[in-house]
């Protein structure tokens, strides 16, 4: 490892910066990035990762995580393979290599991992989530937008292939469901990655704007500044319920994101997060927990996720616990998503496995048939064994997955938190939301009972 001063690219956003170091390091090398968002050590920064084309598109978001290299000065860390031997090797490659080959034929033949996705994107939740009255619109004030299909998967991917993108595209070397595509213009020039479907839904259906190509300009705006898609459009929502935008203002998005990325008076509010500008306009219809923004699921609607949101130990994170995957895709089983019964538990397993799954570095999306297919699971447990020479069961999976969850929990309480921080805001359980006019009824018995393990 060595350090170089880089004063020269203080300021830079990813897509510039990147280009700047490929200029000096070359195409090969991998690139990790902050733009000014984190430099500036906003709250609602992100790490940039390249992608397998040497783009800025691929980000670690939620909570801050760019503000703590920026924090340290570091404004990117270049990945160079010249020389590198493989760090780690399976301990029984022949076995690794079986279970790595059950484990993919699982997924293949999933409807969600093997068809849905590649052929979509997590972008053809729009429509589903619309169905199911799950769709937060307008800060989450209606279940249902009246222009989901004009941004939905199926409008994208048709536009797309007219245009010459690609709807299938794997976001890393190795990726066997392609879920991330690529998003050109009119004249087939590149503008982003395949927005995800919380971008679409927070810059769409969130604020009341229809407009495809420009949420995808959003999306690519986002990754240049550094900024975490779901957080930011949660807070410009929030910024239109105070009146400083119109509904359906896609303009006056953008050029709020612009002001995010300069680091304006106002773009320091909006890129401290959803929380932070609701105080700052006196907003209490602020769809957080633990300061952090709710993804593209109203919780009145989708329950077990609701659960989630409300007890993860990073507040209001839905890849912690994916409900969805339960209440309204029917993976491992259905449960009613507008029932408070039973979802404690829905959400209790899911954060466990969760874990457990995050810790091996597999995409979060191999859990749709993992919950549907034993073998696919047994498959994963084999690959662990052989990487390593062990001889875990299910059973040590899922002690390694409440492990992890205890440190959490443990770390959180040092920190500050209890229980009373595990709640959802309070006007999710006072308005009903349409269509089916359900509110938040989760009791805070059940929520308490989360981590009972």
Same mark, same amino acid.
């Given at each position: ?33 902050? $733009? ?17 084309? $040497? ?26 393979? %010249? ?11 022949? %076995? @690794? ?23 979509? $994107? ?17 800060? @989450? ?13 199926? =409008? ?51 604020? $009341? ?25 949660? %807070? ?6 105070? #009146? ?22 106002? #773009? ?22 633990? #300061? ?28 912690? #616990?994916?409900?969805?995957? =339960? ?27 969760? %874990? ?11 859990? @749709? ?83 009972? @393990?």
């Amino acid at each position: 490892v060595t350090f170089e001063k880089c004063n020269e690219y203080r300021m830079f956003s990813n897509y510039p910066l990147v280009a700047a170091l490929q200029e000096k390091y070359g195409m090969e090398p991998g690139y990790v990035t902050i $733009g000014t968002a984190g430099e500036m050590l906003m709250c609602n920064s992100t790490i940039c990762f390249t992608d397998p084309e $040497g783009r800025a598109t691929r980000h670690a978001g939620r909570g801050g995580v760019g503000a703590v290299m920026g924090s340290k000065g570091i404004k990117a860390i270049v990945l160079d393979p %010249a020389g590198t031997p493989v760090i780690r090797k399976p301990k029984n490659a022949e %076995a @690794f290599k079986a279970a790595s080959r059950a484990f993919a034929q699982g997924l293949s033949s999933h409807p969600v991992c093997g068809t849905g996705l590649p052929t979509y $994107g997590t972008n053809v939740l729009v429509n589903i989530l619309n169905e199911a009255g799950g769709l937060p619109t307008k800060n @989450f004030s209606v279940g249902r937008f009246e222009g989901a299909d004009k941004i939905c998967a199926e =409008t994208m991917v048709e536009i797309q292939k007219r245009r010459g993108g690609n709807p299938t595209h794997g976001c890393h070397r190795g990726c066997i469901m392609k879920c991330s595509g690529i998003c050109v213009d009119e004249n087939g020039e590149f503008v982003s990655k395949q927005p995800e479907y919380e971008t679409v839904w927070s810059h769409g259906a969130h604020c $009341g704007v229809d407009d495809l190509d420009k949420i995808i300009l959003c999306d690519r705006l986002e990754d240049d500044y550094g900024l975490d898609t779901i957080e930011t459009g949660a %807070a410009l929502g929030v910024l239109m319920e105070a #009146g400083a935008l119109k509904w359906g203002d896609i303009d006056g998005i953008i050029a709020m994101i612009h002001e995010i990325g300069k680091g304006t008076p106002m #773009g320091r509010i909006l890129g401290a997060g959803t929380a932070t500008t609701a105080r700052c306009f006196g907003i209490e219809r602020a769809p957080v927990v633990k #300061g952090q923004a709710m993804p593209a699921y109203d919780p009145r609607a989708v329950k077990g996720q609701g659960v989630t949101y409300a007890t993860t130990t990073m507040g209001a994170d839905h890849t912690a #616990g994916y409900a969805v995957a =339960t209440n309204i895709l029917g993976c491992g089983g259905k449960t009613d998503p507008l029932s408070a019964e039973g979802q404690a538990e829905i959400s209790r397993n899911l954060q466990i496995a969760t %874990a457990a799954i995050d810790a091996t570095g597999y995409c979060l999306f191999t859990a @749709f048939a993992l919950l549907d297919q034993p073998e696919t699971m047994q498959a994963l447990v084999d690959t662990i064994n052989a990487m390593y020479d062990l001889n875990m069961t299910l059973d040590d999976v899922t002690e390694l997955g409440k492990d992890i969850l205890r440190k959490e929990r443990a770390f959180n309480a040092a920190a500050g938190f209890t229980k009373a921080h595990d709640r959802l805001p309070l006007y999710f359980s006072r308005e009903s939301v349409a269509p089916h006019n359900v509110r938040w009824d989760v009791s805070d018995e059940d929520l308490d009972s989360v981590f009972n @393990f």
